[in-house]
Nanobody, 115 residues
Framework: QVQLVESGGGLVQAGGSLRLSCTGA????????MAWYRQAPVKPRELVAG???????KYADSVKGRFTISRDSAENSVHLHMNSLKPEGPAVYSC?????????WGQGSQVTVSS
């Protein structure tokens, strides 16, 4: 079965950088899109960055110019490079992969940005 494994989360100081990675393990066909979502306590989950199969990307307005999403040629791995991080309480960043008729989610990686 397919699993998405995230890594790179942790504690970082405001203004710093952090790189999240997500790798799909298992047999994966027809990857359509990969994305990163963020969910903070008492807040709804929101799309942070997404990458489509045609190479196009989209970002939440709040992270434009600071975050960059990238994926490898095999489309089984996606990364989120976060720069100029703003103070943020503990939040979970989750990787999502849409492949064929399936929608996979990782367990999430916690990120905290201290002020």
């Amino acid at each position: 079965q397919v699993q998405l494994v995230e890594s790179g989360g942790g504690l970082v100081q405001a203004g710093g950088s952090l790189r999240l990675s997500c790798t799909g393990a298992g047999t994966i066909f027809g990857v359509k899109a990969m994305a990163w979502y963020r969910q903070a306590p008492v807040k709804p989950r929101e799309l942070v960055a997404g990458s489509n199969s045609d190479g196009t990307t989209k970002y939440a307005d709040s992270v434009k110019g600071r975050f960059t999403i990238s994926r490898d040629s095999a489309e089984n791995s996606v990364h989120l490079h976060m720069n100029s991080l703003k103070p943020e309480g503990p939040a979970v960043y989750s990787c999502r992969m849409v492949a064929g008729p399936y929608d996979y989610w990782g367990q999430g990686s916690q990120v905290t940005v201290s002020s």
